[in-house]
């Protein structure tokens, strides 16, 4: 076994590598005891971190028992920041939602649209642009319009 080496199983219910990996490990490495605790964040992921030794049976029933207390710590800690960063993500999405209502507000004030054609606009401004949706709504709340591209920029037809 080499630094990096990983165990695939496609599914453990049809057949389970761990009696070759077991065989493996003892040929190569100095493992000889092993306890792999299941580190589970959310209902979809997890992570299987194996903690080993050179000393066989070194894995008291205590020592054990502090594997998975640390595994259940750390499993913890990762379904935090993952349910944090999952809460970042809806926000950001939100305050972009917000701001670009906000901005085919603007557009419907300043150009006489209907919010249909105003939202148009800056999907389509942002389709030939390259420009991500929030960014020209970003534009229009500063500016107070879109402006219009170049002419012969080759960024694609004004709207």
Known sequence: MTAGSVVVVDDLAVASPWDEFAALAVRRTAVRSAVLPYLAAGTRTG?????SDD???????????YVRLVGGLTAQA?????????MLHLTEGLE????????VGVLVGRRG????????????????TGVRLR?????????????DPAPGSGRGPQA
């Open 113 to 128: 649209l209907e919010p249909d054609e105003a939202f148009a606009l800056l999907r389509t401004r942002s389709q030939h």
């Open 135 to 147: 960014d020209l709504a970003e534009q229009v709340l500063v500016d107070g319009d879109l402006e």
């Open 78 to 86: 990762l379904g935090a920041l993952a349910d944090a960063e999952s």
């Open 55 to 65: 000393r066989p049976g070194w894995f008291t029933p205590e020592r054990q028992a």
């Open 96 to 103: 972009g939602r917000a701001r670009v209502g906000t901005a």
């Open 47 to 51: 992570v299987v971190v194996p903690v």
